[in-house]
């Protein structure tokens, strides 16, 4: 597959990142999103910017694949009914967002009708990851897989893709993942909340370094930490507001219907709904991860 092209709707954080990665592997991109700005700034890395949904679909020669890269919900929702009667059975549609697996099972069924193929991806490791090596899991037909298995493989970190099986396995698969990552970062979060309350005046960065080396915690999560700290050794220059984007409740959700307990991923989402009206020191550290990884907007003091 090597030198095909490849649509992509979206060009934010994550699909702007993503279109570069898919052009270092020798893809030729075509990107649409509904800022100008922003397809003016792929045409100047070299990416073949669009004006119109229906440009994109013009400029794709063959089975066309074309990667979502778009808020869940609605907006996905609209891109496929807009795309949906322009292609051909057979061309591919990609869902790379956070869409609820449900969601996806959905537009499976309604594109299955109409001969276009669907995929479910989720995609995790953070802007730098769309960038330089992404973590993928992929819901798909085994022949479609098959199909897109050469860049699945070009654009995610070594040994970082998988498919998951079915349709909707893949957002399905991602979204207990984000469950994880709730806990993870609220443990993170809350044990920085006990060295600030403690009686030893400490240097956090420097224990987030540490912990960072050869320590039973150590992983990208502290790297970050300590990442964070760096700039601002106390984060006073932000609040202890954490928003949730959907995938933690998503999980919770799902354990409450498999009668599964999930205390740890439950409490981590009561807490961000919490942050929402207090500020705590944990808080911050959560919000200032979200940021280091994703982008995601931090609210300052």
């Known amino acids: ?28 991109v ?5 800022s100008p700005e922003a397809v003016d700034k792929a045409n100047q890395q070299g990416i073949i910017g669009v004006a119109s949904l229906e440009e994109l679909v013009s400029r794709l020669d063959g089975r066309r694949v074309i990667w979502l890269m778009v808020p869940a919900g609605k907006p996905v929702d609209d891109v496929i009914a807009q795309l949906a009667v322009m292609l051909q059975p057979h061309d591919i549609i990609i869902d790379g967002g956070n869409s609820n697996y449900k969601d996806t099972l959905n537009r499976y069924a309604h594109l299955k009708q109409q001969g276009i193929d669907f995929v479910d991806v989720g995609t995790s490791g953070g802007i730098s990851g769309a960038r330089y090596g992404a973590c993928t899991m992929v819901g ?3 022949e479609v897989f098959q199909v897109l298995e050469p860049l699945f493989q070009a654009i995610s970190v070594k040994n970082g893709y998988v498919h998951t099986g079915a349709n909707g396995s893949g957002h399905y698969v991602k979204m207990v993942h984000n469950g ?17 309350a403690g009686r030893f005046d400490l240097d956090y960065r420097q224990v987030a370094g540490v912990w960072s080396h050869g320590s039973v915690i150590r992983g990208w999560l502290m790297e970050l930490t300590e990442k964070a700290l760096s700039r601002d050794p106390e984060l006073e220059q932000i609040k202890g507001v954490v928003h949730a984007s959907g995938e933690g409740l998503w999980t919770v959700q799902e354990a409450l219907d498999l009668s599964v307990a999930v205390p740890v991923i439950a409490e981590s989402l009561f807490t961000r709904y919490r942050s929402q009206q207090t500020d705590t020191f944990s ?8 940021n280091e990884f994703g982008g995601h907007a931090v609210e300052k003091q």
């Open 283 to 290: 808080g911050k550290v959560v919000a200032a991860l979200r």
């Open 30 to 34: 075509v990107a649409y999103n509904r």
């Open 1 to 28: 597959m090597a030198g095909i092209q490849v649509g992509l709707v979206g060009l934010g954080k994550m699909g702007f990142n993503l279109a570069l990665n898919m052009q270092e592997h020798g893809y030729q």
């Open 140 to 142: 798909a037909e085994a």
């Open 180 to 196: 994880i990552e709730y806990g993870m970062m609220q443990a993170i979060g809350e044990g920085f909340e006990i060295l600030q």
